[in-house]
């Protein structure tokens, strides 16, 4: 326990000790505020010029459905965010296990009494606890606007509650593929990699031969459904089983990483 | 090696991107899809021998053990995640509660539980049938309209039978009696339940001949909306000419009276004096400027209206007209018009004046239902409301809650008067009527002069917003993101540089 104990001390220093940590934060909250602040921006000004007198003001119809804070604001910074993460995770992620191969310090921490397991769940956890803090820092501005307007909070609570569950899938694929390498951009971009191709699938549907059951299949694993449905205020237990699942087997198959190079060296 | 499988990625990339831009699997694309799946097979075969130690016992105990319990996890992983998708559970956190039924809903399925099923009749493709769907599995789930789904080309004798038009119709049968639902959403299937419903009919004396409001009228100064409204909502209607109006018939359960332009002549006063007198019931919408010539039977019962007309700067510019002249009510009392009303529920009266209570006699009850905002003042200049610029505000105007809507009950022995009295008229027009919450507070009022239990919020109709949502003015974002959007990303980085610093001492 004190060895996995010291392990994550160790690597929460490493993380917040860097500067790479801070620009990464940076670059998060900089992004969500500017496309935040735009959308809310776009979106006051379209809903004053229907409100204004040239269009006839709250006369009926004159407000069409789609102007709202959830399809004007939310829908838009959450497709924004999500694709944007998908970039930016594996930026955070790439070091995590690849920097360990490529000093060879993974030996040293094998030959503590730290089991494999212990190592990953110490390297996932720590990661998991920035990716967290990532998105509290890039939930400051939504929630300042949001709760300002006196509207909404739970619905910003479900969109933070699926950028988080994003965050930490996407940071998960990342780590099981830095995992796998002790090159640093090689584990970016495979993360990156992976973190897209299962983003969207609904680009597979335009191929005829494609079968109902590929494309359910494929609509079932794929990321974009599932964080979808939190920006439409609705939190599912299915949708959060399947985060908590995709971690889960990141991490089973980050173990086996370790078990792979013993005997493949 | 990693050439070979960079090759075969190439190809695979070609292979689908002939098929996406051409739409056919022509021999281009097959061609890459196989020399590109080939490289790759290759490739990966090639590595996994080259492997140290891939033939030994100890690889393949360890290959297994590792695959094993990844296979597990996945395993369980997608047994829990197929649990939780069965059991449908899930929060609904979004605004308006939109995949929640409104009142109103709930209210007139539990009146057809039982006895109502809904059908969706939709060709197999349609992706409009999804949200029908969706709504429709909304409403089974209260256990009071089960619901099935046909597929269209397949249905040519309910087609015939129910008149259907286009696929993505709803049916929803009580019996033999049927609602065929074009569009349908949560407003329209609402209609249609109430349709079906048939609740106690009540009848309605609608005033006419001294300028009312007209319930034909179809453009945006006419009720016809407003009329509609009432027939759905279980209301029959029926005109009382004011000039030949001696006595208000005994079958009636209210009079509503749409803000007449000329006074009333003597005998329908005097008629309506008497109704009132026996427990009748009133609606009386007052227009700014206009003198129905109720006004002194209104005093008598303890309401008076000062012909003023209400500004509340509070609402903005609103429908082209002046600031403050056309009031968005956010206020409202406890009382059962009120019910469901909140501020975030907004009421708009393009034009309105204000009341005065008093109470004619201890035991009488008299409520405010809508309040202005708390600085709103009282403009004696009647036509600020038709120019884009507020009028000039004495400098002893005093800013006060005025009420806009108000309700009052007489219990007079064994019987009690009701009235209603609205500021405005022009929120229960056609232009105005479904904006914002004006239908709601409208038919609440009638429900509840008519002594009848009102369905709670109803569904929006037609495609309004629900809630007016302003989340802040354009000035306060830029400020925010100037002040707070640029200074935390600043923190962060002055934060990195300062351990970055530490850790080269």
Known sequence: ?265 | MPGLALCGFIALGFAAGAYYATGTFATFSKLNAVVGALALGVSAARAFGRVRGAGSPAFRGVLARGALSIALVLGAGVALERLADASQLQWDWSFERRFELSDGSRSRLAELCGRASATLYADEYDPRARSSRLLLRTMAATDCLPFTEQNLSDSAEAEDRFGIGSSNTVVIEVGDRFETVGRPTEGTLYEALSRLSLPDSHLLYVTRGAGEGNLSRSDGSGFSGLREALLTEGFRLRDLVAAAAEEIPEDADAVLLLAPERPLPATAVAALSAYLDRGGRLVIFLEPGADSGLEPLLSEWGITSPDELVIDPASGPVAGAAIGTGPLAFQYGSHPIAAGLDSGRMTFFPGVRTFKLHKPRPEDRMETIVYSSGRAWLSPDLDAVRRSRPPERPADAREDYFPLVVAARYPRGDIETRIVAFGDVQLASNQYLRALYNLDLVLNALHWAADRISPGTRPKVVAVSGRLQLPLPLQNTLTMFQGIGLLLPELLLVAGALFWARSRV
């Open chain 1, 1 to 265: 326990m004190t060895a996995l104990r010291a392990l994550i001390r160790k690597e929460l220093l490493v993380l917040f000790g860097a500067p790479m940590a801070y620009v990464a934060l940076t670059l998060v909250v900089l992004v969500t505020a500017l496309i935040f602040f735009d959308h809310l921006r776009i979106y006051n000004q379209t809903l004053f010029l229907f409100a204004s007198s040239n269009m006839g003001g709250f006369e009926s119809d004159t407000v069409p459905d789609y102007i709202n804070l959830r399809d004007t604001v939310f829908f838009p910074v959450m497709e924004t965010m999500g694709i944007t993460l998908i970039g930016l995770i594996p930026l955070v992620t790439m070091r995590v296990f690849a920097e360990e191969r490529a000093r060879g310090t993974d030996e040293l921490l094998m030959t503590t009494a730290l089991t494999p397991g212990q190592i990953v769940f110490a390297k996932f956890a720590v990661t998991y606890l920035f990716v967290t803090i990532m998105m509290v820092a890039s939930f400051v501005y939504p929630a300042m606007a949001i709760i300002e307007g006196g509207i909404g909070a739970q619905h910003l609570a479900s969109v933070f509650v699926g950028l988080t569950l994003h965050s930490i899938a996407l940071a998960s694929i990342g780590l099981a593929c830095s995992a796998y390498t002790s090159n640093q951009l090689v584990a970016a971009v495979a993360g990156w990699a992976v973190g897209f191709v299962l983003w969207d699938f609904s680009w597979i549907t335009s191929f005829s031969f494609v079968g109902e059951r590929t494309i359910g299949f494929l609509d079932a694993i794929s990321l974009h459904l599932r964080y979808g449905s939190f920006a439409e205020g609705i939190v599912n237990l299915a949708h959060l089983v399947y985060f908590i699942a995709l971690a889960a087997l990141a991490a089973a198959i980050a173990r086996f990483s370790f078990d792979w190079r013993r005997v493949a060296g």
